[in-house]
């Protein structure tokens, strides 16, 4: 059983690999990195690059992948698209998050870069349905400076601090996958919810 997952960033490769070997031993991972796709979906759109991400499943699955799982929330939404046509289940990272957050009556998201904003709303409300929940952003300065430097302590230190000075919520969600991290450096009592052990979780069970 093969899951491809596509990445806009090489940092997930070994977190990844990480939460398979501690949850899922004997689901082999093909991992697609395409970190022009973020830049290009920051420009001009994530429906800018549909194409490519099309033409790139493809080519995972005609290689053997059964499911494929996007880790790139802003891209998200455009890779889950292509299900029908590849023929085989393709999943974004945080929609499992997302159904968990939106069990909740006050959501406060946190993002790095402001082009994850769009569609990490656009998936809470459709978690969401036709329950009322209400739902603020904050985009954390100086985060994705940071992480595009290379400083993944200053990054998540950042977001971690972002996630501690948040009041009157009732949980916290990390936008991006790279946020993850900071789950474990925050001092909040308020619950801090992140994508890729569910999101990881969701996928190994499509590719069964």
Request: charge should be negative; proline fraction near 5%.
């Amino acid at each position: 059983m093969t899951l491809a997952l596509l990445h806009t960033s090489p940092v997930h490769v070994p977190v990844f690999d990480a939460l398979r070997d501690a949850g899922h031993p004997g689901l082999a991972l093909c991992h697609l990195v395409r970190e022009d796709l973020l830049t290009r979906a920051g420009e001009s759109g994530p429906d800018a690059v549909s194409g490519d991400i099309r033409d790139l499943l493809a080519s995972a699955v005609a290689d053997g992948a059964r499911a494929v799982l996007c880790t790139c929330s802003t891209i998200g939404a455009v890779a889950e698209s292509q299900s029908a046509a590849l023929g085989v289940p393709v999943l974004r990272v945080d929609r499992p998050m997302a159904a968990a957050a939106v069990a909740r009556d006050r959501v406060v998201v946190l993002a790095a870069i402001t082009s994850t904003l769009a569609p990490t709303l656009a998936l809470l409300a459709e978690e969401a349905g036709d329950r009322s929940v209400d739902v603020r952003t904050v985009v954390v300065d100086g985060a994705w400076a940071r992480f595009e430097a290379g400083d993944r302590d200053g990054f998540l230190d950042l977001v971690a601090a972002a996630a501690d000075a948040v009041t009157e919520c009732d949980v916290i969600v990390l936008a991006q996958a790279s946020m993850a991290g900071a789950v474990t450096r925050t001092a909040t009592r308020i619950p801090v919810l992140s994508s890729p052990r569910p999101g990881l979780a969701a996928a190994a069970a499509a590719t069964r």
